[in-house]
């Protein structure tokens, strides 16, 4: 076979020839790239939506994780508070001092003044109760019946309040017992 190409335009040939081969590979790759990009796409999409969903999800974790650090703080505060309340006496109350004696007074008995004071610290120690009873039977008894009383730890009737016999006027001075 002749060659009819003369040797310096062959070598031109043959460079001309690999840039159009290497163009076609090039052409062909970029086409490639260009095919899965396109493909890419919705997977892409996909992936992205998901990643903010988390996001958002995990801001919201945080937040509530927050939120409940916080009021656990709070619920080991009032839990620490609670815990001094019990640990203090709770004073009586002067209703419940009155009930009480409710309790133990009957009807021959008629109170008339009571008188409850605390002290400094809070406390109620002793309270002065006045009244009148029917028979001086009936005002020992009434006596006795606040010592007996669980509530009160004595109960401290002058003599001179035993001198009548009938419609006895009395001046008791009774010690409060102290809570535990």
């Known amino acids: 076979m002749i060659n009819l190409i003369p040797p310096h335009a062959r070598k031109q040939v043959k460079i001309e020839y690999w ?15 260009c095919v899965v990009l396109v493909l ?17 999800q995990y801001s919201q974790a945080l937040a509530d994780s927050v939120s409940y650090q916080e009021l656990e703080d709070a619920v080991v505060t009032a839990n620490r508070y609670a815990q001094k309340l019990l640990s203090y006496k709770s004073p009586v109350s002067f209703t419940g ?19 409850i004071k605390r002290t400094e610290s809070g406390e109620v120690e002793t309270m002065v109760v006045k009244g009148e009873a029917q028979t001086r039977i009936d005002l020992v008894a009434y006596r006795d019946a606040i010592e007996a009383h669980p509530f009160f730890t004595s109960a401290d009737l002058p003599i001179s309040n035993l001198a009548k016999d009938k419609e006895v006027p009395f001046s008791i001075t009774v010690a409060i017992k102290q809570p535990e």
């Open 19 to 33: 840039v159009r081969v290497s163009s076609v590979w090039v052409l062909m790759v970029a086409l490639g790239l």
């Open 40 to 56: 890419m796409v919705p997977s892409y999409i996909l992936i992205r939506s998901q990643l903010n969903t988390y996001q958002e």
């Open 97 to 115: 001092i009155i009930d009480e004696l409710k309790l133990v007074t009957d009807d021959t008995i008629e109170l008339s003044y009571v008188d």
